[in-house]
């Protein structure tokens, strides 16, 4: 009995460490803690599990990042330089923006990392996080990253152009940000669309390069726009011209009126008045007769409308007025476009 209580208490303290180490990020601060405390040679096993390929549990790129660190460093205290060297550059080839920090490490484990980065050419960039930008005051910025100095060449282009936009082209030794004014190569506003930013670069202390590449989404932020009025048609403005029909109804109204003049005279006419009203009607039909030729012969030689044709000028000026103040203020929108910025989901088209 006395046995059966001490293995349950033994059993009773495994069974809470077991469940302290079931994650990777559990073990990996386990680890950290006893490298703080200068307990290497607790701090190494945990380490090992979490890089070994037979650990049960997920192990994300920054975690075996982060062990690789502190293996390096728990070597380096114990004086296995070269070892130290290899898991430093285990942990600069799966992530080249990897550095140690200074308030944490000492000068001796920084020398061999700077080490390390001169042995390991790689360069990298950082995905682009969601960002809002306003290309008349602000810039997309980009992270990017040489392990030490090479030659490198930052292009941006639409995915599936083959015109490329070059942010940088130069010699670069470590970190790096670059900045894009959401402009292409021919200065125009980069249209919705998918971008990829491509990082290459020779190294000049290997005979080695390396290249890397993120894609991004970009959507346009516009107010909306206005449409321009329609031209005025026929029907929005006032007739400019006489028409033959016109003239022709001058001339018949004329003849109607002389041939009613002649008519009511001899309707009219009494043998009591001592006389003929014809003379009179004669008149009458005769000058009716004239003003309507006239009105004809008028119509004919000079068919424009004055009154109308100041009028309808004056319609179309309006008209071409409020169009030129409604392109003004699309055209100062567009202007202000905001460009929306997501990293794109996997990689390639």
């Given at each position: 009995?006395?046995?059966?209580?001490?293995?349950?208490?033994?059993?009773?303290?495994?069974?809470?460490?077991?469940?302290?180490?079931?994650?990777?990020?559990?073990?990996?601060?386990?680890?950290s803690a006893f490298y703080e405390r200068l307990d290497v040679e607790r701090?190494?096993?945990?380490?090992?599990?979490?890089?070994?390929?037979?650990?049960?549990?997920?192990?994300?790129?920054?975690?075996?990042?982060?062990?690789?660190?502190?293996?390096?460093?728990?070597?380096?205290?114990?004086?296995?330089?070269?070892?130290?060297?290899?898991?430093?550059?285990?942990?600069?080839?799966?992530?080249?923006?990897?550095?140690?920090?200074?308030?944490?490490?000492?000068?001796?484990?920084?020398?061999?990392?700077?080490?390390?980065?001169?042995?390991?050419?790689?360069?990298?960039?950082?995905?682009?996080?969601?960002?809002?930008?306003?290309?008349?005051?602000?810039?997309?910025?980009?992270?990017?990253?040489?392990?030490?100095?090479?030659?490198?060449?930052?292009?941006?282009?639409?995915?599936?152009?083959?015109?490329?936009?070059?942010?940088?082209?130069?010699?670069?030794?470590?970190?790096?940000?670059?900045?894009?004014?959401?402009?292409?190569?021919?200065?125009?506003?980069?249209?919705?669309?998918?971008?990829?930013?491509?990082?290459?670069?020779?190294?000049?202390?290997?005979?080695?390069?390396?290249?890397?590449?993120?894609?991004?989404?970009?959507?346009?932020?516009?107010?909306?726009?206005?449409?321009?009025?329609?031209?005025?048609?026929?029907?929005?403005?006032?007739?400019?011209?006489?028409?033959r029909s016109a003239a022709t109804r001058d001339l018949l109204r004329g003849?109607?009126?002389?041939?009613?003049?002649?008519?009511?005279?001899?309707?009219?006419?009494?043998?009591?008045?001592?006389?003929?009203?014809?003379?009179?009607?004669?008149?009458?039909?005769?000058?009716?007769?004239?003003?309507?030729?006239?009105?004809?012969?008028?119509?004919?030689?000079?068919?424009?409308?004055?009154?109308?044709?100041?009028?309808?000028?004056?319609?179309?000026?309006?008209?071409?007025?409020?169009?030129?103040?409604?392109?003004?203020?699309?055209?100062?929108?567009?202007?202000?476009?905001?460009?929306?910025?997501?990293?794109?989901?996997?990689?390639?088209?």
């Amino acid at each position: 009995m006395k046995h059966l209580v001490l293995l349950l208490g033994l059993t009773g303290s495994v069974v809470p460490r077991l469940g302290a180490q079931s994650s990777t990020q559990d073990l990996l601060q386990q680890a950290s803690a006893f490298y703080e405390r200068l307990d290497v040679e607790r701090a190494l096993p945990l380490l090992r599990q979490i890089v070994s390929p037979n650990w049960p549990f997920e192990v994300t790129a920054a975690q075996r990042v982060d062990a690789y660190k502190y293996l390096g460093a728990c070597l380096a205290l114990v004086g296995k330089r070269d070892s130290a060297t290899v898991y430093f550059r285990a942990a600069i080839e799966r992530d080249p923006f990897a550095d140690l920090d200074p308030a944490v490490f000492t000068p001796a484990q920084l020398r061999l990392f700077g080490e390390a980065r001169r042995l390991t050419f790689a360069v990298a960039v950082r995905p682009v996080a969601p960002a809002r930008v306003d290309p008349r005051t602000e810039r997309l910025t980009f992270a990017v990253v040489t392990t030490h100095a090479g030659s490198v060449d930052i292009a941006l282009r639409a995915v599936g152009s083959d015109s490329a936009l070059s942010l940088f082209r130069g010699v670069n030794d470590g970190p790096r940000e670059v900045a894009w004014d959401g402009l292409l190569a021919d200065r125009h506003l980069a249209p919705p669309g998918r971008y990829e930013l491509r990082v290459t670069g020779n190294s000049q202390l290997l005979r080695r390069a390396d290249s890397a590449v993120i894609y991004f989404e970009i959507r346009h932020e516009v107010a909306p726009l206005e449409d321009t009025l329609p031209e005025l048609t026929a029907r929005d403005l006032l007739p400019e011209q006489f028409s033959r029909s016109a003239a022709t109804r001058d001339l018949l109204r004329g003849l109607v009126v002389a041939g009613a003049a002649l008519l009511i005279s001899d309707v009219l006419a009494s043998r009591h008045l001592g006389g003929s009203l014809k003379p009179g009607s004669a008149v009458i039909a005769g000058t009716a007769v004239v003003t309507g030729a006239v009105a004809f012969a008028g119509d004919r030689r000079h068919p424009d409308i004055p009154g109308n044709v100041v009028a309808n000028a004056q319609r179309r000026a309006e008209r071409a007025g409020q169009n030129a103040a409604i392109k003004g203020r699309n055209t100062a929108k567009t202007a202000a476009t905001v460009l929306l910025v997501t990293p794109a989901a996997g990689v390639g088209p």
